[in-house]
């Protein structure tokens, strides 16, 4: 019976998808419709329509009937090992089976009157957005229409515009002029009309959406009520079910009931009959028919008490869903309330917080700046004596520099602003010259009729904008000590690249001493993380990779700086053989106490001073060098270490002022950017002044004089004209007065 139940409802599946495709192959033929409200009316009367209502009554019609049909093919067919089970079952069973059977046949029911509503809305809602999506298309499209014959007038319009500059007549420009106004307001007049039709149809739109809220309302209300008669009538048939079950177990109860009072009336004449050979036997039946028939009632009871438990169990399951479906209602309805309610309490928490949080970082930020400065203030304490002495420095320094950068910026100021001045009134002086020579152009080939020529060629500019150098580039190479490329280098550094080979041995000797040297004291250029990194190294690598990072602090990159770095240490070098106590510390005094006398602020007036005391302190060691190498010929010559740094400082300079050692006329070029002397300037603006001659002006005032002389006559004649148009009328109207007296 299952598998033919489960044909039965394909085939139902199938007439209903079939009478679904046909509905669908229906809809598509609506046409377009006004309104939504005409829309539902269409629709509307097609559901309630007698043809529709014939169609639907024919495929019900249709479905019984092949129902009714299958129904009689299971009947008259013969009966399978399935049906002869089922007839073999006892009554107990065959009422639980038929109860299962109805009461899934009402659960689905009620699943379909509770899913009715939902299709109901889903259809409503493809209606509706077939509709807005053919009302928002006709909107579109109008909207693109109106747009496009817009953009034709406004271009039309413009296209007048362009006309009516070339129009000089006043009542002509005036009669254009109100006709363009009359065009913009039908434009304007149409885009009002436009706003307005969008207007509408968005309150039609809210009046559609509240119609909907409206509606759906109405839905969930019907839903409920019909979820709560549904549940009723489970109720009901649970109740009645429960009630026919016990009819059948008691009925089931009775007949083993009157069965074994049968069989105990029998087996009571048997045992009178032959009461002594069959009493044991009879006894041991006793026992087992009263054992069997407890089991039977223990069994019943069991079945009927766990019936009863699963069907309340049922009902309650109903029940709770019953209860949640109407909680959630009321809880979606509850919940836009307070969420409302939160949002707003939300809203104000977190403005209290925002102005919270906003008072508390101000109060951490006081706190960080007051302990940043306490920090400041006592890491300041221990270095204030040396930051003031090298912040004085600085000063000067940065103060100087300023000087000198705004000096020079504001010669490029004053000459960019005389350039861009004189580029002002030169074009403003040849703008009006042309318009000038245009009009007496014009005066020549239309008033007089005469060939017209330029009376003066066109005057030169004598101050041409120069092409700007690249100084920021320039800065930076000197900044990071490299020569600019456009800056031309003394022929003496200009030379051939020499062989370290072609050194005679004393001199690499006394190289390679200054260079140990040179290593040991001048770690301050290399950085301490190189360093820790050289500690598990040797001395010759290390000496190596110290020197290497020394050259490139004082950017020592080819054999001849080499040579200059032994040229300034020679003077610092002795003897140890024929000088073993070394150099004086007196000596070592002099020579510091000579290089701290230069000021900086007298050489940057004049630098010649301090090539005077740089020299000096090297011809005082000079000579006795000489000397100590003639005389100590081919000795092994070592330096003082004290003597090291002081050296490198007279290197470094040394290399700074012929790196960077300026032209001589460019200072003065520097200073004075503008090449143009006043009387040039006077000649060339006293030129413009040449441009017109006096016959040219004398021409241009006759032509004024007559042009104001021509402007009298035309006035006087608008006034003899008026006179006139006066004077006949006066005649009109006493000719008209003679024709009364007449009469």
């Avoid at 329509?49 to 093919?73: F, G, H, M, T, Y």
């Avoid at 309650?316 to 919940?335: F, G, Y």
């Avoid at 990072?549 to 001849?560: D, E, G, P, T």
């Avoid at 770095?565 to 106590?581: A, E, G, I, S």
Wanted: with cysteine.
């Amino acid at each position: 019976m299952d598998d033919n139940e489960d044909e039965l409802e394909e085939q139902q599946e199938i007439v209903s998808d079939g009478s679904v495709e046909e509905e669908e192959e229906v809809e598509p033929d609506l046409g377009p419709v006004d309104s939504w409200e005409s829309f539902n009316d269409r629709i509307d009367g097609l559901i309630f329509n007698e043809r529709c209502d014939k169609s639907v009554k024919k495929l019900d019609e249709r479905r019984l009937a092949i129902l009714n049909r299958v129904r009689q093919q299971f009947r008259e067919a013969p009966k399978g090992v399935a049906e002869r089970c089922q007839a073999q079952k006892s009554p107990i069973d065959q009422r639980l089976e038929l109860s299962s059977e109805r009461l899934n046949e009402l659960v689905r029911f009620g699943k379909e009157l509770v899913t009715n509503v939902r299709v109901a809305n889903e259809r409503r809602e493809l209606n509706r957005r077939i509709f807005e999506g053919a009302q928002k298309n006709q909107m579109n499209v109008k909207l693109q229409r109106e747009s496009v014959e817009t953009m034709a007038r406004f271009e039309n319009i413009k296209a007048r515009w362009t006309e009516l500059e070339e129009t000089n007549e006043p009542m002509l420009l005036w009669n254009q002029i109100e006709e363009q106004k009359k065009r913009i307001a039908e434009i304007m007049a149409r885009k009002d009309e436009m706003i307005s039709a969008c207007q509408a149809e968005v309150d039609r739109m809210n009046a559609k959406y509240e119609f909907d809220r409206e509606r759906q309302a109405q839905d969930l209300c019907c839903l409920v009520e019909r979820v709560d008669h549904q549940v009723e009538t489970l109720k009901e048939a649970y109740k009645e079910h429960i009630q026919m079950l016990r009819q059948t177990i008691e009925e089931e109860r009775q007949i083993f009931a009157d069965n074994a009072v049968e069989k105990w009336r029998t087996f009571f004449d048997a045992m009178n009959a032959n009461f002594d050979e069959k009493a044991n036997l009879v006894r041991a039946r006793e026992q087992f028919y009263a054992r069997q028939t407890q089991q039977i009632n223990e069994s019943q009871e069991e079945l009927t008490k766990s019936t009863r438990i699963r069907l309340e169990k049922e009902c309650e399951r109903l029940e709770l869903e019953l209860r949640r479906t109407r909680d959630n209602v009321l809880m979606n309805s509850e919940k836009l309330d307070y969420n409302y309610q939160v949002l707003q309490k939300r809203n104000e928490e977190n403005v209290i917080i925002n102005n919270q949080q906003k008072r508390r970082v101000a109060r951490l930020h006081e706190a960080i700046g007051r302990t940043r400065r306490g920090l400041k203030n006592l890491y300041n304490t221990g270095k204030r004596n040396i930051a003031r002495l090298s912040s004085d420095i600085y000063k000067l320094h940065s103060n100087i520099n300023d000087m000198e950068s705004k000096a020079h910026q504001a010669r490029l100021n004053n000459r960019e602003k005389f350039d861009r001045i004189w580029e002002i009134n030169y074009k403003e002086l040849n703008l009006l010259v042309d318009r000038v020579y245009h009009i007496d152009r014009i005066i020549h080939e239309q008033q007089l009729a005469m060939p017209w020529s330029s009376p003066v060629p066109p005057i030169p500019n004598i101050n041409k904008a120069k092409k700007k150098r690249n100084n920021i580039l320039e800065k930076f190479d000197m900044r990071i000590g490299r020569v600019p490329k456009n800056r031309v280098m003394p022929k003496s550094s200009v030379n051939c690249k020499p062989d370290i080979k072609e050194l005679p041995p004393d001199s690499l000797r006394l190289m390679r001493n200054l260079i140990r040297k040179l290593s040991d004291r001048g770690g301050f250029l290399i950085e301490e993380r190189l360093l820790k990194i050289l500690e598990p190294y040797s001395e010759e690598e290390k000496c190596l990779v110290r020197i290497d990072n020394i050259f490139a602090a004082l950017r020592i990159r080819h054999l001849r700086d080499v040579k200059e770095l032994t040229k300034v240490f020679m003077p610092y070098t002795y003897c140890p053989n024929c000088q073993p106590q070394g150099l004086s510390p007196r000596k070592c005094a002099e020579v510091f106490m000579k290089d701290q006398k230069p000021n900086r602020l007298q050489g940057t007036a004049s630098g010649k001073p301090e090539e005077k005391e740089h020299r000096s302190t090297g011809e005082t060691f000079l000579p006795k060098s000489e000397e100590a190498a003639k005389r100590c010929h081919n000795h092994y010559l070592v330096m003082e270490p004290a003597l090291c740094l002081h050296a490198m400082n007279l290197f470094t300079s040394k290399m700074h002022k012929k790196m960077y050692e300026h032209e001589p006329g460019s200072i003065l070029n520097a200073v004075n950017l503008i090449q143009i002397t006043d009387a040039e300037i006077r000649n060339f603006w006293r030129q413009f002044s040449a441009c017109f001659p006096a016959s040219k002006c004398k021409l241009w005032k006759t032509l004024e004089h007559g042009l104001n002389h021509y402007v009298e006559v035309l006035k006087m004649r608008v006034q003899y004209d008026a006179e006139v148009v006066f004077l006949r009328r006066q005649n009109e109207e006493l000719r008209h007065l003679l024709q009364k007296f007449t009469v």
